[in-house]
Nanobody, 124 residues
Framework: QVRLVESGGGLVQAGGSLRLSCAAS????????MAWFRQAPGAEREFVAG????????KYVDSVKGRFTISRDNAKNMVALQMNSLKPEDTAVYSC?????????????????WGQGTQVTVSS
């Protein structure tokens, strides 16, 4: 059974930074890709960033490019999302997800396993 556990969420002022982490267990395939999604109140779940588990490919939604960085540590089975220059519109529940495949996808239907989510609140 695959389990994903997020941490690092919290309350931060606009312009500040947070670093989210996702610890994965129960994975035996190096071809897994990891991604972060977010969902704000009244909005659809949105792809934020993704990284190939065994490769170097990354993908970001346009609204976070240049501000967020996704990274991985395969030895620790961890994926992180460094979020800088945070804006109030970044406020959402951020969830970690993984899929079996080499390509980063941007739709939640492509991901089979999900963490519980961590709240990120950015005040103006």
């Amino acid at each position: 059974q695959v389990r994903l556990v997020e941490s690092g969420g919290g309350l931060v002022q606009a312009g500040g930074s947070l670093r989210l982490s996702c610890a994965a267990s129960g994975m035996s395939f190096s071809s897994l890709t990891m991604a972060w999604f977010r969902q704000a109140p009244g909005a659809e779940r949105e792809f934020v960033a993704g990284v190939s588990w065994s490769g170097s490919s990354t993908k970001y939604v346009d609204s976070v490019k240049g501000r967020f960085t996704i990274s991985r540590d395969n030895a620790k089975n961890m994926v992180a999302l460094q979020m800088n220059s945070l804006k109030p519109e970044d406020t959402a529940v951020y969830s970690c997800a993984c899929r079996l495949g080499m390509i980063v996808k941007t739709t939640p239907q492509q991901y089979q396993y999900w963490g519980q989510g961590t709240q990120v609140t950015v005040s103006s």
